[in-house]
């Protein structure tokens, strides 16, 4: 099947084109596919809730608000910032230390909230926090290592948010590798633990 067009549209003018390359995944099979299912393409944000997975599995005295905020964008609400501030002081760690860069400050920056895990996750590993973004830093082999056992495939790539994460095959985080239960009661445990979070 030919990948998926989507249209945006304004008035009856067409504004924009997204091509999508999907797969349908039944008992660990594909049973359906459009476009090209070994496309190679950067997780972007949404390899947040992976990253999340080392201080959650560090940290078990995190809240879900804290949790969650580690595994999401955010839009700098007050609810949101909050989880953020908590998360800093956890871990404990000092927003001059988020690595995240100004918008308009590094607490406000929608990944802040990943950036404070990553923090907290320094500290419980009693790892130096500067340039905890920088690929070759436990933190980021850490997160690596999270994104391969998942997805299975190899070798890592950059992403444009400065942290190391994996460039990966549409099929190979199809819910039979990433779910629960894969490997034990702990995996499970650590899974459940991600609540659902969105950027909004």
């Not at 090209?36 to 809730?49: E, F, N, W």
């Not at 230390?97 to 404070?116: D, M, V």
């Not at 099929?171 to 490997?183: A, H, I």
Request: one cysteine or more.
């Amino acid at each position: 099947m030919d990948a998926i067009t989507v249209e945006a549209t304004r008035g009856d003018v067409v504004e924009s084109r997204h091509v999508v390359h999907a797969v349908a995944v039944q008992d660990g099979a594909v049973v359906l596919e459009a476009g090209d299912p070994g496309l190679v393409a950067y997780l972007r944000s949404s390899a947040k809730p992976f990253q999340a997975l080392p201080v959650v599995r560090a940290r078990p005295d995190l809240t879900d608000e804290e949790i969650a905020i580690a595994c999401a964008s955010h839009l700098a609400r007050p609810e949101q910032l909050a989880a953020v501030r908590g998360l800093l002081a956890r871990a404990p760690a000092h927003e001059e230390e988020l690595e995240c860069g100004p918008e308009p400050t590094p607490l406000e920056h929608n990944c802040s909230g990943k950036h404070a895990g990553m923090l907290a996750l320094c500290r419980a590993r009693g790892w130096e926090s500067a340039g905890y973004r920088l690929a070759g830093h436990p933190v980021q082999d850490a997160c690596l290592a999270e994104l391969a056992e998942a997805a299975d495939v190899d070798p890592p790539d950059r992403d444009v948010f400065g942290d190391q994460v994996r460039a990966t095959v549409v099929v190979s985080l199809q819910p039979g590798n990433t779910g629960p239960g894969q490997d034990g009661e702990q995996e499970e445990s650590d899974y459940e633990r991600l609540p659902h979070a969105g950027r909004g």
